[in-house]
């Protein structure tokens, strides 16, 4: 059993930078990947991005340049740094896991971002 713990989400003004948190219930270099979603009011759960075990990362186009993906293994967390935020980065942030046979979903966060 796995489980994540997604926090940090906030009201947040345009042009701002804000950081989520995915906390692990394990090591998260012993993850294939972790992914990071989002859900806006009425659209369909998207990705945003990813990072191996190895460290790599991964973006969608339409954050690229302003989403860094970093992971602590100190603290089985991994981040999602976002900056230069606009109205279309609001929704609920979730972090992913698929660890087989099974996928592993945090609860979300949520981001707001309005003036």
């Known amino acids: 059993q796995v489980q994540l713990v997604e926090s940090g989400g906030e009201l947040v003004q345009p042009g701002g930078s804000l950081t989520l948190s995915c906390e692990a219930s394990r090591q998260i270099f012993t993850f294939n990947v972790v992914g990071w979603y989002r859900q806006a009011p009425g659209k369909q759960r998207e990705f945003v991005g990813r990072?191996?075990?190895?460290?790599?990362?991964h973006y969608v186009d339409s954050v690229k340049g302003r989403v860094t993906i970093s992971g602590d293994t100190a603290k089985n967390t991994v981040y999602l740094q976002m900056n230069s935020l606009n109205p279309d980065d609001t929704g609920v942030y979730y972090c992913?896991?698929?660890?087989?046979?099974?996928?592993?979903w945090g609860q979300g966060t949520q981001v707001t971002v309005s003036s």
């Open positions: 992913y896991a698929p660890v087989w046979p099974r996928e592993y």
């Open positions: 990072i191996t075990g190895s460290g790599r990362t």
